[in-house]
């Protein structure tokens, strides 16, 4: 059975989150509605769109919700055209591919992002064509659902036993779970270890390098 690493991508392969925060202050402005703060916007990077927008605005109707998705879509591809989105890659992920790849881990991404967005980012690094499969929020529901991991595992050819899946957030974490997997939490990112552990992480990496180790000391696999 194949071994499959299944990575997040804001908050874990690359930094989006300032760029992400200046398209949600541009959107909001746009609506007459108060700007979160940083530290609050950072709370729902990893949902899906819709489900974001829920997260930030409670009181918010569905519709509305909807409408704000569709005008931050609107907002990024434009602030992309405009070449002001930065997503650089965090230190060390480059490596940690490397490594999982000669270890012999097939690699995959379950995000939050549009097959567009996605496609944008890892283009943009050349690492495209590294992954057997690409999940995104085109095509399932919101994180924690587990239905991203379930279609990379038979996309790959694997098992949950035989699969982590790695990611900054407490909704990756719970995804894993649900699908049967491993998660390991990514500390560089956006949600804190406390909470990554607390919503089922196996371990938690300080680094990306850090999940080589883990893999190898804590997943079955």
Known sequence: MNRLAIFDCDGTLVDSGATIYVALSETFAQHGLTIPP???ARRVIGLSLAEAMAGLLPDSTAAQQLQLAE??????????????????LFDGVIELLDALEADGWLLAVATGKSDRGLKHCLDLHDIHARFVSL???????????????????????AAPQTT??????????????????????????????????????????????????????????
């Open 71 to 88: 005008d931050y879509k609107k907002v990024f591809s434009g602030l992309r055209a405009a070449g002001q989105v930065e997503e650089p």
């Open 164 to 221: 982590i899946v790695v990611g900054d957030t407490s909704f990756d974490m719970a995804m894993a779970t649900a699908a049967g997997a491993s998660g390991i939490g990514a500390a560089w990112g956006y949600h804190d270890a406390a909470e990554l552990m607390a919503a089922g992480a196996v371990a938690v990496a300080e680094r990306p390098f850090d999940v080589l180790a883990l893999t190898r000391e804590r997943v079955n696999g």
């Open 135 to 157: 999940q995104t929020a085109d095509r399932h529901p919101s994180k924690p659902h587990p239905s991203m991991v379930e279609q990379a595992i038979a996309d790959a050819g």
């Open 38 to 40: 940083p530290h609050v």
